[in-house]
């Protein structure tokens, strides 16, 4: 089992940048393939971004393609979502979630541990 905990989210004006972070409990961090969700305020969880279980692949939603990067430090058990060029439809709770058994899911329901979200706000 794993327990997720999210910081860095915050408000910022469009066009600026956030980098969240992602740190996971327990000592088989290295299992688990890792993804970054978000929902915004009336709309379902909707998939952001993946990374396998060394962090040589990841894989993003074309709406953040070229402007969000996702990478993990296995030493320091934690993921990252670096996001830049940011706009005020990126407003949403953002979710970090692991699982054991797909690298580069993107639905929900293949993730097994979810964290319990970081706000992030982006101002026009």
């Known amino acids: 089992q794993v327990q997720l905990v999210e910081s860095g989210g915050g408000l910022v004006q469009a066009g600026g940048s956030l980098r969240l972070s992602c740190a996971a409990s327990?000592?088989?961090?290295?299992?688990?393939?890792m993804g970054w969700f978000r929902q915004a305020p009336g709309k379902e969880r909707e998939f952001v971004a993946a990374?396998?279980?060394?962090?040589?692949?990841?894989y993003y939603a074309d709406f953040v393609k070229g402007r969000f990067t996702m990478s993990r430090d296995n030493a320091k058990n934690t993921v990252y979502l670096q996001m830049n060029s940011l706009k005020p439809e990126d407003t949403a709770v953002y979710y970090c979630?692991?699982?054991?058994?797909?690298?580069?899911?993107?639905?929900?329901?293949?993730?097994?541990?979810w964290g319990q979200g970081t706000q992030v706000t982006v101002s026009s």
């Open positions: 979630a692991a699982n054991q058994n797909l690298a580069l899911a993107t639905m929900t329901g293949q993730y097994d541990y």
């Open positions: 327990g000592r088989t961090f290295s299992r688990y393939a």
């Open positions: 990374i396998n279980w060394r962090g040589g692949s990841t």
